[in-house]
């Protein structure tokens, strides 16, 4: 028992570590999630893929901790991490909707409900976004038509967020220039 009992004393602490990062982690982006009015779907699939990663990362520490060999070791990850990237490049497509989907879940502004119109010169699409899953982007356009588009998409087309009452040309609802050096008289 004895030849185990610094193991078995850093996995606890490294178990015991994750547990509260992972309590942290969720409470933080539930928190994000309610102050940017984020729909609960989206806040779990960010979290879900908050705990693959931080899983990956503690089986590799456990690893080393447990004293597997570090040749062996490295050699399973880069076979596993091979067949990962062959499969992702396959299906690079997958990784890109996964990427977009938490940019879209951190830092865009487009929430489930707006009204937006989607910039694009081939295509008018101008409706009130349905639901954001970790692939798909789904709205209702104005004339009832459902329309499901990749999050890698989404993000690399300009958005504009419309008012509920606006038509997608109009620009109104843009400020006035003004010069900061220009004197009132």
């Known amino acids: 028992m004895l030849a185990y009992q610094t193991e078995i004393l850093y996995t606890t602490i490294l178990l015991t570590i994750m547990v509260i990062g992972l309590l942290l982690t969720k409470r933080a982006i539930r928190r994000f999630g309610f102050i940017k009015?984020?729909?609960?779907?989206?806040?779990?699939?960010?979290?879900?893929?908050?705990?693959?990663?931080?899983?990956?990362?503690?089986?590799?520490i456990l690893a080393i901790i447990w004293g597997v060999d570090h040749k062996?070791?490295?050699?399973?990850?880069?076979?596993?991490?091979?067949?990962?990237?062959?499969?992702?490049?396959?299906?690079?497509?997958?990784?890109?909707?996964?990427?977009?989907?938490?940019?879209?879940?951190?830092?865009?502004?487009?929430?489930?409900?707006h009204r937006i119109r989607i910039l694009d010169k081939d295509f008018n699409l101008t409706g009130k976004v349905k639901d954001i899953t970790g692939f798909y982007f789904f709205m209702i356009t104005d004339n009832g038509q459902d329309i499901t588009l990749p999050n890698s998409y989404v993000i690399q087309k300009g958005i504009q967020i419309l008012k509920k009452d606006e038509e997608p040309g109009d620009l109104s609802f843009i400020p006035p220039v003004t010069n900061e050096n220009e004197t009132t008289s």
Do not use: C, D, M
Not at 37 to 56: D, M
Not at 82 to 111: C, K, Y
């Open 72 to 113: 062996q070791f490295v050699v399973f990850i880069s076979s596993v991490l091979a067949v990962l990237g062959v499969g992702f490049f396959a299906q690079w497509s997958i990784l890109s909707n996964l990427t977009a989907s938490i940019i879209l879940f951190f830092s865009h502004p487009v929430r489930i409900g």
């Open 37 to 60: 009015s984020i729909e609960v779907n989206r806040r779990k699939i960010i979290l879900n893929l908050v705990y693959l990663f931080t899983y990956i990362i503690v089986i590799s």
